[in-house]
Structures are given as structure tokens and as C-alpha cells.
């Protein structure tokens, strides 16, 4: 008797994980076939992608060694484009997922929060590609051109643009996250700035790992944002965080 009534409390105990996991497959599932739809899409401009992506080294004439990179780095390209588009959707199939945790007013802020996690996204695309890749790239060419004449793989290049712009992308998350944060009690400017020297030493070691170059002038435009956004953050704790 003891056994049978055991059973169904167990039972009880692991349906809500088990639904909740579920849920997170399913949302899962709509992420990569958003992803999937969107680098389909991608394909079909991959001649304007190139053009862009290619276009603060125009004057450098690329070459493929191997039979199938050129098709390689498209698709590279394309899925690279596609998860930039449905990074908002992604973000939203997340939120989704937390929302049922959260109070109404919380749930409010999460809202508010979806269109600056978009926006901040692309003004880190944005600055990756204008001021960042332009002078990385000038530096990396020009370098040593009076001992040989440099021919970069288009595989290399395209590898590189990408891998910036994405880590810049996300980089630029951060008063977002800080602020949303904050208004949820969980940190706060206070203790932001209490971490700012260690965020500092973040901050070079994330543009060292970013950029391609040990150019110190290169490290400190991708550091240099970084501080800039740190206390941006401190500022938006400070004014939007949770009231003790």
C-alpha cells in the first residue's frame, strides 16, 4: 500500500521536469530551423555578403588553395549571416522559456529588454565592421609587403571578419544585460564598480583574444569600448536598479 501510493508522488515529482524539457527541446528545435530558414536565405545573396564582408580589403587579391573552399567559406558566410538574423528570435524562444518564472512586472522588463538586445547587437556589428576591421586588416597587409607580397586565403579572411563581428556583436550585450539585471535585483552599480579594475584586465584580454594582431593600437579599439560599455553599465545599474 505504502509502494502504490509512492508511486504516483514520484510520478507527479517528474512530469514538470520532464515538461519543462520538452519544452526546451521543442524550443530548441524552432532555433535551428530558424537558423536553418535564415541560411537559406543568406545563400541566396552570398554574392552581396561577399561584397560586403570583402569590401575594407578590396584592393587585396584573395586566393583559394583548396578544391572546395570557396564552397566551404559560402557556407561559412551564409550560417554566419543566418545566426546574425535569427539572433532575436533565438533571444525571444529563451525568454520565452524563463518567462513562466517570473512575475508580471519582471516578465514587463523582459519585454522592454528584447528590442535594445537587437539594437545593441548590430551597433556591435556595426562598429566591428567600420572601425575595427578596417585598420586590423590594413595592419595585417601591409606588415612586412617589402619582404614578400602578401596573397591571404579567402577561407582565412572570411574566418577572421566573422569571428569578429560576432564576438563584437555579443560583446555589446553587456549594459543590457547589466541593466535588466539590476532592475531585477541581482546585481548593482555598486557592486559594478567595486569590479571595475578586474573588468578593465577583462577587457584587454578580450580584445587580445579578438582581435588578430598583436598590434597594441588594434587591442585598444576593441578594449578601450569594452570600459566604455563597462561603466555604461555601472551608470545604467545605478538609475534603472532595483530599489532596497
Not at 577561407?155 to 566573422?162: A, K, P, R, W
Amino acid at each position: 500500500m505504502n509502494k502504490a501510493e509512492k508511486l504516483p508522488q514520484n510520478r507527479e515529482k517528474r512530469l514538470p521536469i520532464l515538461g519543462h524539457l520538452a519544452e526546451l527541446r521543442n524550443r530548441l528545435i524552432r532555433c535551428v530551423i530558424a537558423v536553418v530558414v535564415t541560411t537559406v536565405v543568406a545563400f541566396v545573396f552570398y554574392h552581396q555578403l561577399y561584397d560586403i564582408l570583402i569590401y575594407p580589403a578590396r584592393d587585396t587579391g584573395f586566393i583559394a588553395i583548396e578544391l572546395t573552399e570557396i564552397l566551404g567559406t559560402t557556407m561559412r558566410v551564409c550560417l554566419t549571416a543566418g545566426i546574425i538574423v535569427a539572433i532575436p528570435y533565438i533571444t525571444y524562444e529563451f525568454i520565452m522559456f524563463v518567462t513562466p518564472a517570473l512575475t508580471p512586472k519582471e516578465k514587463k522588463y523582459v519585454y522592454l529588454t528584447l528590442p535594445w538586445i537587437a539594437l545593441m547587437f548590430a551597433g556591435g556589428v556595426v562598429f566591428g565592421y567600420f572601425i575595427l576591421i578596417p585598420p586590423a586588416v590594413q595592419f595585417l597587409i601591409g606588415f612586412g609587403n617589402d619582404i614578400a607580397t602578401p596573397l591571404p586565403r579567402i577561407s582565412n579572411y572570411i574566418s577572421l571578419v566573422t569571428r569578429i563581428l560576432l564576438a563584437i556583436g555579443l560583446v555589446f550585450e553587456l549594459p543590457v544585460v547589466s541593466t535588466f539585471l539590476a532592475r531585477l535585483g541581482v546585481i548593482n552599480g555598486k557592486w559594478l564598480a567595486s569590479k571595475r579594475k578586474w573588468a578593465i584586465v577583462l577587457a584587454f584580454v578580450l580584445a587580445a583574444i579578438i582581435t588578430p594582431t598583436w598590434d597594441p593600437i588594434n587591442q585598444t579599439l576593441v578594449a578601450a569600448p569594452l570600459i566604455v560599455l563597462y561603466e555604461l553599465s555601472i551608470w545604467l545599474a545605478r538609475f534603472f536598479g532595483k530599489k532596497r
